[in-house]
């Protein structure tokens, strides 16, 4: 099976660490004669043109291209190995969860990557079971601690919110569930109080805004400002930018729920 769309990311980002020896894990020595395969004259460059055309970007080149690619492929993965964790956190594999994953890849890579990440995806089922629970969980965390390493604050927060969608895909979120996102959200150096803040959005009452700020009702003006000058640094879409338009997509609907939470509480307070 060729993993085309994700080998950018495997050379440029994670060919070493916890997720380079996951995926080495997955598929064994097809690992390593895919990385002798790719980094050849005759295929180089191969998988980034695939990559412009199924971004419909304009072409880019060198070194920029390069780095967008395997940032793009590198998030992607993570999304995938995080997913795995998340998905099973209450027990059992829920169609609405899985077919958000396949919805994303899809936007992203076409009916090929939508493909290739479900088989991925199912992988890393696999080596949960075989290794058992406790020690995919070291797996997931020890991972974590690479994407933190690798990752901008923006880029995780934007991990962090897919985690959020999948959880809630199948209309109902799980209380493991929150307690695993919260958990990754720790893993990945941030507060697990910006899951919170995520299970507030899209919602229209008072009090899910106030959770989307992070800040108490009782909180002053001053705070509840300054709460929200924070999440709109934090969460602009532009910051994702290099990870693709799609993801960018998913940040500004993520950045313009934010804004409609911050419109209710400046309307309640007459500010």
Request: net charge negative; with cysteine.
């Given at each position: 099976?060729?993993?085309?769309w ?29 990385l ?11 998988f ?7 971004n ?24 995938l190995v995080?997913?795995?964790?998340i998905?099973?956190?209450d ?8 077919e958000?994953v396949r ?20 992988r ?9 629970a406790?020690q ?12 933190a ?12 919110n ?9 209309g ?28 507030g ?8 805004a106030y959770?989307?700020?992070g ?11 300054k ?16 990870l ?5 997509k998913a ?16 309307k309640?307070r007459?500010?």
């Open positions: 099976m060729a993993l085309g994700l080998i950018g990311g495997v050379l440029g980002f994670m060919s070493g660490g916890p997720l380079g020896a996951l995926l080495g894990a997955l598929f064994g020595s097809m690992f390593g004669n895919m002798d395969g790719v980094n050849t004259p005759e295929t180089q460059g191969v980034e043109d695939a990559f412009d055309r199924g419909g970007n304009a072409r880019r080149t060198g070194r920029t291209r390069r780095t967008d690619y395997g940032q793009r492929n590198s998030f992607l993965f993570s999304m995080l997913a795995s964790y998905i099973k956190a027990g059992k594999v829920m169609h609405s969860e899985m958000l919805n994303v890849l899809h936007q992203n890579f076409g009916d090929v990557g939508r493909d290739q990440g479900n088989d991925i995806l199912n890393l089922f696999d080596e949960q079971k075989r290794v058992g406790s995919f969980r070291q797996t997931v965390m020890d991972c974590c601690g690479q994407m390493r690798e990752m901008d604050y923006s880029q995780r927060l934007q991990l962090l897919f985690l959020v969608m999948i959880s809630q895909a199948d109902r979120v799980d209380p493991a569930e929150v307690t695993a996102m919260k958990e990754c959200a720790q893993w990945l150096q941030m507060s697990p109080d910006e899951v919170d803040s995520m299970l959005l899209g919602k229209d009452d008072l009090e899910s959770r989307v700020l800040v108490s009702p009782n909180a002053s003006d001053d705070e509840v400002k709460a929200y000058r924070r999440l709109a640094l934090e969460h602009h879409p532009d910051k994702v930018a290099a693709g338009e799609d993801i960018r940040a500004e609907k993520k950045f313009q729920e934010i804004n409609a939470a911050k419109e209710r509480i400046w309640a007459g500010l």
